[in-house]
């Protein structure tokens, strides 16, 4: 099975890869949020493979992608 991540501790892991010093608002008009999403990776590991990167590194390697883009982007 793979690991359970809430919205909140998603949103927690993100500030803290991007540096975000602001406060992160839910809107409480939803209160039950989203449905549970946990992906089942038993096959996968079945067939031998197995992830390198961690959920941080990746969020950090796609927030660093992204900054670099953007200053790609700035020089055009």
Same mark, same amino acid.
């Given at each position: 099975?793979?690991?359970?991540?809430?919205? #909140?501790?998603? #949103?927690?892991?993100?500030?803290?890869?991007?540096?975000?010093?602001? $406060?992160? $608002?839910?809107?409480?008009?939803?209160?039950?949020? /989203?449905?549970?999403?946990?992906?089942?990776? /038993?096959?996968?590991?079945?067939?031998?493979?197995?992830?390198?990167?961690?959920?941080?590194?990746?969020?950090?390697? #796609?927030? $660093?992608?992204?900054? /670099?883009?953007?200053?790609?982007?700035?020089?055009?």
């Amino acid at each position: 099975m793979g690991e359970d991540l809430s919205i #909140a501790e998603l #949103a927690e892991l993100i500030k803290k890869v991007a540096g975000f010093k602001g $406060e992160v $608002e839910y809107d409480s008009s939803k209160p039950d949020g /989203t449905p549970r999403k946990l992906m089942d990776v /038993t096959r996968i590991h079945e067939l031998g493979w197995r992830h390198k990167i961690e959920l941080e590194e990746g969020i950090r390697m #796609a927030y $660093e992608g992204f900054l /670099t883009n953007c200053k790609l982007q700035m020089k055009n």
